[in-house]
């Protein structure tokens, strides 16, 4: 006995841990009791992992589309149309035969209303706004990005704000390169306080605008297959259609407050001349105060971000398509 008993035993760690891992799954297992069964350390009460919030799990579904939105080739696109009027003033200062010198201050605002806040603003939208819901059904990824139980709303917020951050980048870059190449004309100066705040208020103008339309191009990716059309219908069509109809017609249009918002002079309405086939008619165009048409473009990218997550909410997405819809 004394020999096996001082015997060296080489499985004796192993023993050990054969029992400690009985010991961990029962208790009283020699005795006539039932075995109680003991939670491994992970999942007893105050061992489990933090419950993220909804401020984190926004954050997560913008960094995913962060990334998805900058790994698209239309991305490249869309930056290089944004830039495109940088280079208007420039052929301006070395093409153009005009006997006067070019108002820088001219130049630029033209550029920044037309083309930056009337066309490039509702084009982003529909560039990447437009796609954020309707990209992942067409796809069919839905099931997988929504396979945890996480709030939709917070997945369609994320991803909104995703779009604010790439499409306020790209249009605020550009509106800044525009205004410092349009400095080298007359009447417009890097260094000039009143310059400078007139750029501030035209990114403000961007920032709103983006807002509005992006909220819009949401909800158009929501409930149709193609928002891209009905958004150029909607967006292009019918807003330029709108603004040449008399009457109030033009404030069911998101550019009647986008308008409202720029550097004009501080009338409650003013008539502008419409020319056509027909000849050349008045119309009376009423204008809306600078806080009426924030609290507006609010209450229209509020509405669409609403109506949007509903419909995330109420949809049930397959493997092969979205129920419901």
């Not at 052929?91 to 630029?108: D, H, P, Q």
Request: glycine residues 6%.
């Amino acid at each position: 006995m004394s020999t096996l008993n001082n015997q060296p035993n080489d499985n004796g760690a192993d023993t050990e841990h054969k029992i400690s891992m009985a010991d961990s799954i029962t208790v009283n297992a020699a005795d006539d009791s039932p075995a109680r069964r003991i939670l491994p350390e992970w999942l007893r009460p105050g061992m489990q992992p933090r419950r993220r919030g909804y401020v984190c799990i926004a954050a997560a579904s913008a960094r995913h589309a962060l990334v998805t939105l900058t790994r698209r080739k239309r991305l490249l696109l869309a930056t290089v149309i944004a830039f495109l009027p940088v280079l208007i003033p420039l052929a301006l200062a070395f093409l153009s035969t005009s006997r006067f010198a070019e108002s820088g201050n001219e130049v630029f605002v033209r550029l920044v209303q037309e083309l930056h806040i009337n066309v490039f603003a509702p084009l982003l939208a529909l560039f990447f706004a437009g796609m954020l819901v309707a990209e992942d059904i067409e796809a069919r990824t839905m099931p997988y990005i929504l396979t945890r139980p996480v709030p939709r709303s917070a997945w369609v917020i994320g991803r909104f704000c995703a779009f604010m951050i790439i499409a306020t980048a790209i249009l605020a870059s550009s509106a800044a390169l525009t205004f410092a190449a349009s400095s080298i004309h007359e009447n417009l100066s890097l260094t000039s306080l009143t310059d400078l705040t007139l750029l501030a208020h035209y990114l403000a103008v961007m920032v709103m605008a983006l807002l509005a339309y992006g909220g819009f191009a949401v909800f158009l990716g929501a409930f149709t297959k193609r928002p891209i059309v009905y958004g150029v219908i909607l967006l292009y069509g019918w807003q330029g259609l709108a603004t040449q109809i008399p009457g109030l017609v033009d404030f069911f249009t998101i550019k009647k407050y986008t308008d409202a918002l720029m550097p004009i002079m501080a009338t409650q309405r003013h008539v502008a001349e419409i020319q056509t086939a027909l000849g050349t008619f008045q119309r009376e165009v009423f204008q809306v105060s600078a806080t009426r048409s924030i609290f507006a473009l609010l209450l229209i990218t509020g509405v669409s971000l609403c109506a949007t997550i509903i419909a995330v909410s109420r949809r049930e997405y397959a493997a092969d398509r979205a129920a419901g819809g």
